[in-house]
């Protein structure tokens, strides 16, 4: 699911968008979102800081718009201003 602030007001003043991308899976899963290729998403501060390990190897390649997420993890990634 994707969250675009670009238009209109700002909801948010340090993020542009919100990625949220499931992975139900028992394996590493890979999408290809070629209309965000280019642009720069990380992992929002919570899970990049917090205790999960696991979503911390989350991946986003931006030259290919790809994002790779682990096996059984919801990570949400976040397009800085």
């Given amino acids: 699911m994707l969250v675009d602030d670009r238009l209109g007001e700002p909801v948010d003043p340090r993020w542009s968008g ?14 290809f979102l070629p209309g965000l290729a280019g642009q720069d998403w990380e992992l929002t501060p919570v899970q990049r800081h917090g205790s999960d390990p696991v979503v911390r190897g989350t ?4 030259a290919r ?3 790779r997420v682990p ?3 919801a ?7």
């Avoid at 990570?75 to 201003?81: C, D, E, K, Y």
């Fill in 71 to 73: 096996a059984l993890t």
């Fill in 18 to 31: 919100a990625l949220v991308v499931l992975n139900a899976g028992r394996d590493e899963a890979e999408a």
């Fill in 65 to 67: 718009g790809r994002v």
């Fill in 75 to 81: 990570a949400v990634l976040v397009r800085p201003r």
């Fill in 59 to 62: 991946r986003w390649e931006p």
